[in-house]
């Protein structure tokens, strides 16, 4: 196995800076969750394609999640060797309270 690695300038609509948020792989998408900043909870949902290098905000249906950081992200998959196009969402800190 050889590594290389490459600087990528990823265009398109970012995420805040944040620290605290989760990272999720599904299929070719690094999917960005939550976080927070100084004082602030984020409860927002940013995709970037990987292969090309592109943010996108994502819209949820179906209701809001709670912000929320220090939270897991767990990829689900339908069944054995499909693509995960999902993932569960649990725990973390909401302002000075856990959520469960």
């Known amino acids: ?22 990272a999720t792989l599904l299929g070719g998408h690094l999917v960005v969750y939550g976080g927070f900043h100084n004082t602030q909870c984020f409860g927002d949902l940013y995709a970037l394609d990987i292969e090309q290098m592109v943010w996108s905000s994502i819209q949820l249906k179906g209701g809001q999640i709670s912000a929320r950081a220090f939270h897991t992200a767990t990829p689900l998959q339908a069944a054995e060797g499909d693509t995960p196009d999902k993932f569960l969402l649990f725990g973390g800190r909401q302002g000075s309270g856990a959520v469960n």
């Not at 196995?1 to 989760?22: A, F």
């Open 1 to 22: 196995m050889s590594v290389r690695w490459l600087k990528q300038l990823p265009v398109g609509q970012k995420p805040t800076p944040r620290t605290g948020h989760s």
